[in-house]
C-alpha cells in the first residue's frame, strides 16, 4: 500500500532554537499532506496540513514544506518549547482511497531545557 | 474541529475474549476510521468504519477479528475478538468532516 516515511527516528533539540523534522513519501498521488503531533497517552493532534498544489504552508511558529520533484516533506518548528516534547508523525491522503489517512513511522522530538 | 470519544480509555482482556470499543463524535463526520498503535510504533489503519455498511478493511485485517459498525454519523464500534496477546495495542478512532482528521485519545488494550 502507501507508505509514508521518515529519515529521522529521533530528534534532541535545545530549548530555543529551531526544529526540522524530515519525511518522505512515495505515492506520487497523494494530494494532501498533514502533520501531527502525539503526546504520551494521547490521541495524535493536527499541527499543520499542506496540499499538493503548494510547496510551502505557515502556521503559528511551524512551517511545513513540500518538494514534490524528490517526494520530501518537512515541518519546521520556531523557538521550540518543551511543550512541544512529543512524537510528529506525517501523513498523507489520496482522493482516491475513501480519503483515508496513511500515517508516517514518526520522530520523537526531545527539548533539552 | 471535533471532539472524539472513546470507551474505555484502558482494558485489561483475558486471552479468548472480546472487546468492543466505544466511539462517539460531537458532531457529524463523513468519515470514520479505526487505527491500532502497538507499543512505540505509527498508527496503522484498520479499516473504514461505513454508515449503514459493512466497513471497508486494509490488507491484513478481517471483519471476523475487527467487526466494526456505524449505525449513524457520530457513532462507531470495533470490536477486537477472540484477543491474543499480540492484540496488545492502542485503538483509536478518527473521524473527519473536512479536510483535517480527529482522534480520539484512545484505548489502551492488554491481553492476558
Known amino acids: 500500500g502507501e507508505s509514508v516515511g521518515l529519515h529521522l527516528p529521533t530528534l534532541s533539540v535545545q530549548e530555543g532554537d529551531n526544529s526540522i523534522i524530515n519525511c518522505a513519501y512515495s505515492?506520487?498521488?497523494?494530494?494532501?499532506f498533514i502533520w501531527y503531533k502525539q503526546e504520551s497517552g494521547k490521541g495524535p493532534q493536527f499541527i499543520i496540513d499542506i496540499r499538493s498544489n503548494m510547496d510551502k504552508r505557515q502556521g503559528q511558529r511551524v512551517t511545513v514544506l513540500l518538494n514534490k520533484t524528490v517526494k520530501h516533506l518537512s515541518l519546521q518548528i520556531a523557538a521550540t518549547q518543551p511543550g512541544d516534547s512529543a512524537v510528529y508523525f506525517c501523513?498523507?491522503?489520496?482522493?482516491?482511497?475513501?480519503?483515508?489517512?496513511?500515517f508516517g513511522p514518526g520522530t520523537s522530538l526531545s527539548v533539552i531545557p | 474541529s471535533a471532539v472524539i470519544s472513546q470507551k474505555p480509555s484502558r482494558d485489561i482482556c483475558q486471552r479468548g475474549t472480546s472487546l468492543t470499543i466505544q466511539c462517539q463524535v460531537d458532531s457529524q463526520v463523513t468519515m470514520m476510521f479505526w487505527y491500532r498503535q502497538q507499543p512505540g510504533q505509527s498508527l496503522t489503519l484498520i479499516a473504514t468504519a461505513n454508515q449503514g455498511s459493512e466497513a471497508t478493511y486494509e490488507s491484513g485485517f478481517v471483519i471476523d477479528k475487527f467487526p466494526i459498525s456505524r449505525p449513524n454519523l457520530t457513532f462507531s464500534t470495533l470490536t477486537v475478538s477472540n484477543m491474543s496477546p499480540e492484540d496488545s495495542s492502542i485503538y483509536l478512532c478518527s473521524g473527519r468532516g473536512g479536510p483535517e482528521a480527529f482522534f480520539g485519545q484512545g484505548t489502551r488494550l492488554t491481553v492476558v
Open positions: 501523513a498523507d491522503r489520496m482522493k482516491t482511497s475513501y480519503d483515508k489517512v496513511i
Open positions: 505515492n506520487s498521488a497523494s494530494d494532501y
